[in-house]
C-alpha cells in the first residue's frame, strides 16, 4: 500500500517536473531572445534617429550645391577684355540668399588676377577694404590662379568649399574655356547667420516629422562642441543626452549634428520594453507555477487521503477481527463447559466484556465520524460534574486496564468544580479515546494519570502518559482525520486514524479545546479544557490561559 502510495506521489513529482522542464526552457529562451529582442530595438532606434540626421545633411548639401547655378557663368566673360565688369549683372540675377558677399576674378587679359567683390544686398561692385575676409578669398583664388598659368585642365568644374577659417565659409567655382583651361574663378562667402536662422530650420522640418513639437531635441555644435543651434532651451540640452551624431557634409563639415529624445533615449525605451516583457513573462510564469502547484497540492493531498483511507480500511479491518476472535475463543470455551473455577469463568467473562466495549467504541468511533463527515452529529447539553464523568468512564476501562498491567492515577480536583454544560456521552467517549491511545501507545510505560482541576475559566481534563511521545511537527497534524504517526514504534500499533479527530470534533462542540504537549520518548499529555461559563470561553482563549508549549489544535 504504502509503495503503491510512493509509486503515485513519484508519478504526480515526474509529472510536475514535466511542466516544470518546459516552462524553464520556454522562459530561459523567451529572456534570450528578449536580451536580443532589447539590443536590436535600441540600435533600430539608434538607425532610425541616424536616418533623421542622414535626410538634413543631404538636404543642407543639396542647398548648397545650388550654388553652382549662379557661380558657372559663360567664360567669355573671363577671356575677353573688360566682360568683367558684367558678371555683376549675372550675380544679382543669379545670387541665391544666404551669401554675404560674391567675387570674380579673371586669369587672362588686362585685369587678370583682379579681384572683384560684388555686394548683393545692394547690388553692385564694391572696393574692397582688406581686412580677414578678403585675405581669405585671395588666398583661396591663389592656387587656382597658378593652376591657369600653368594650363591646367579641368574636365569637369565643380564647387570647391574652402572653410579653413570657419568664419568665412567660401565656396568656389572655376571657370573654364574650350581648352578646359580655368579662365577664371567666381565665388561667395556663405552668411553663417542665415544657415542658422533659415537653412537649418528648414531641413529638420522637412527631415524630421514633430520637429517642432518639442519630440526631439536637435543640436548643432561647432568644433569645439559649443552649441550653435537648438530647437530646445539650454537647460533641456544640458538635461539629455545626443543619441545620434552625424557631420554636415560639403560645406560646415566641422559642425556635428546630434538628436536625442526628449522623454526617453532610445536605449531607454528599449530596456523599459524589455523590462516590461520580462516582467510580463515572469508573472505568466509565477501565475502558471502557482498553478501547477496547487493542481500538485490537490492532486498530493487526494493521494495521501486515498492512502489514508486504504490504510484505514485495513487498520480498521483488523481493529475489528482481533476482539471478535477473542470474544469468540472464551465464548466457545464457555459453551463446551472448559472453565475449570467460577473465578476463571467471570475472567473469561470479562475478557468478552472488554472486548465487546473495544468493539463498541471502535464501531462508535466510526459512526461518530460518518455523522461528522455528513454534519449530522448532534449533542445534548446537560450541567454536571466533569470529575463525575472522568470517574464513571475510567470504570469502564478498569478491568481492560488491570488486565493489561496498567496502573491509573487518578487526581481529583482539590475543591469540587463548578458544572459544566456538557454531553456527558461524548466527553466520556472523548476520554475513552485519549484512555485508549494512552495505552495502546504506552511502549511498556505502565502508569497513566488521568487529572482534573480547574484552571481559571476552564475545567480541564489531562490524560497524562509515560509512551512514546509524538514528534514536534506532528502534534498538530494527529487531529485530522486518518492520520498517523507513521515513524517510530507506531508502525505496530493497529488504529483508525479517527480518535482524535473525534476528539476535537467533540471538545469544540463543548466550546473547549483540546491541547497536546509531548516528547518523543518520554511520554504525551492530552488536555482537554472546557469552559466553565461558554459565553466567557472565546474571551478565555484570546486571553491565552492555555499552557505554554501545548499544541492548540484549533
Ligand atoms: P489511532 O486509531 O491511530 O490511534 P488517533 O486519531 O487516536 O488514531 O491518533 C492519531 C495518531 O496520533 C496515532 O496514530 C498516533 O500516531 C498518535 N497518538 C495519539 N495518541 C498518542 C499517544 N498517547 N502517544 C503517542 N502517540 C499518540
Not at 588666398?139 to 591657369?148: N, T, V
Not at 456521552?425 to 511498556?444: C, M
Not at 508502525?491 to 462542540?509: P, T, Y
Request: proline content about 4%.
Amino acid at each position: 500500500m504504502r509503495f503503491a502510495s510512493l509509486t503515485k506521489r513519484h508519478a504526480l513529482w515526474l509529472g510536475f517536473l514535466a511542466v516544470l522542464a518546459p516552462l524553464a526552457l520556454l522562459l530561459i529562451l523567451q529572456y534570450r531572445w528578449l536580451v536580443k529582442l532589447d539590443e536590436t530595438s535600441a540600435l533600430a532606434q539608434k538607425v532610425h534617429l541616424d536616418n533623421y540626421l542622414a535626410t538634413v545633411a543631404k538636404d543642407v548639401r543639396w542647398t548648397y550645391e545650388q550654388a553652382e547655378r549662379a557661380l558657372d557663368l559663360p567664360s567669355s566673360l573671363f577671356t575677353e577684355e573688360g566682360q568683367i565688369e558684367h558678371v555683376a549683372h549675372y550675380f544679382h540675377k543669379k545670387a541665391p540668399q544666404g551669401v554675404r558677399r560674391l567675387f570674380a576674378v579673371g586669369f587672362v587679359g588686362e585685369k587678370a588676377n583682379y579681384l572683384h567683390f560684388f555686394d548683393p544686398a545692394a547690388g553692385c561692385w564694391t572696393e574692397p577694404v582688406w581686412g580677414d575676409e578678403e585675405r581669405d578669398i585671395y588666398f583661396a583664388a591663389a592656387p587656382w590662379s597658378a593652376r591657369a598659368k600653368k594650363h591646367v585642365e579641368i574636365e569637369t568644374p565643380s564647387l570647391v568649399v574652402e572653410e579653413a577659417d570657419s568664419r568665412h565659409r567660401i565656396l568656389l567655382y572655376p571657370i573654364t574655356d574650350e581648352a578646359e583651361h580655368v579662365v577664371g574663378l567666381t565665388g561667395m562667402v556663405l552668411d553663417e547667420g542665415f544657415f542658422l536662422s533659415q537653412v537649418l530650420p528648414a531641413a529638420f522640418t522637412r527631415a524630421l516629422p514633430k520637429f517642432s513639437e518639442d519630440e526631439y531635441v536637435v543640436t548643432v555644435r561647432d568644433r569645439r562642441g559649443e552649441l550653435v543651434f537648438s530647437n530646445a532651451s539650454g537647460k533641456t540640452v544640458r538635461a539629455v543626452r545626443e543619441e545620434v551624431k552625424r557631420p554636415f557634409s560639403l560645406v560646415f563639415t566641422d559642425w556635428t549634428m546630434g538628436l536625442a529624445s526628449r522623454h526617453a533615449t532610445a536605449a531607454e525605451v528599449a530596456h523599459r520594453n524589455f523590462a516590461v516583457n520580462v516582467g510580463l513573462s515572469a508573472l505568466l510564469a509565477g501565475v502558471l507555477l502557482g498553478g501547477v502547484l496547487l493542481a500538485l497540492r490537490t492532486a498530493s493531498r487526494a493521494v495521501k487521503l486515498s492512502t489514508m483511507k486504504s490504510d484505514f480500511v485495513s487498520n480498521v479491518s483488523h481493529e475489528l477481527r482481533t476482539p471478535l476472535a477473542s470474544i469468540r475463543v472464551f465464548g466457545e470455551l464457555l459453551r463446551l463447559g472448559r472453565v475449570e473455577s467460577l473465578d476463571r469463568a467471570r475472567e473469561y467473562g470479562e475478557y468478552i466484556e472488554t472486548e465487546s466495549r473495544r468493539l463498541t467504541q471502535l464501531i462508535n468511533n466510526i459512526l461518530d465520524f460518518s455523522s461528522i463527515e455528513s454534519g449530522r452529529k448532534s449533542y445534548h447539553f446537560e450541567r454536571a460534574d466533569l470529575a463525575e464523568v472522568v470517574a464513571e468512564t475510567l470504570k469502564t476501562f478498569e478491568v481492560r486496564l488491570r488486565q493489561s498491567g496498567f496502573v491509573i492515577r487518578f487526581e481529583r480536583p482539590a475543591a469540587p468544580l463548578p458544572p459544566v454544560s456538557l454531553d456527558a456521552g461524548a466527553i466520556a467517549q472523548s476520554l475513552s479515546n485519549l484512555l485508549d491511545n494512552a495505552v495502546k501507545y504506552s511502549n511498556g510505560g505502565k502508569e497513566i494519570a488521568v487529572k482534573v482541576e480547574r484552571q481559571g475559566g476552564w475545567v480541564v481534563v489531562a490524560v497524562v502518559d509515560q509512551g512514546v511521545g509524538i514528534p514536534r511537527d506532528e502534534q498538530r497534524k494527529i487531529f485530522d482525520r486518518f492520520h498517523r504517526v507513521s515513524t517510530g514504534l507506531i508502525h505496530d500499533v493497529k488504529g483508525s486514524g479517527l480518535g482524535l479527530g473525534i476528539v476535537r470534533h467533540i471538545v469544540e462542540a463543548h466550546q473547549g479545546r483540546v491541547t497536546v504537549e509531548s516528547k518523543p520518548g518520554e511520554g504525551s499529555t492530552f488536555s482537554v479544557w472546557l469552559p466553565i461559563d461558554a459565553a466567557a470561553a472565546a474571551a478565555a482563549a484570546s486571553s491565552g490561559t492555555l499552557p505554554e508549549g501545548a499544541t492548540q489544535n484549533a
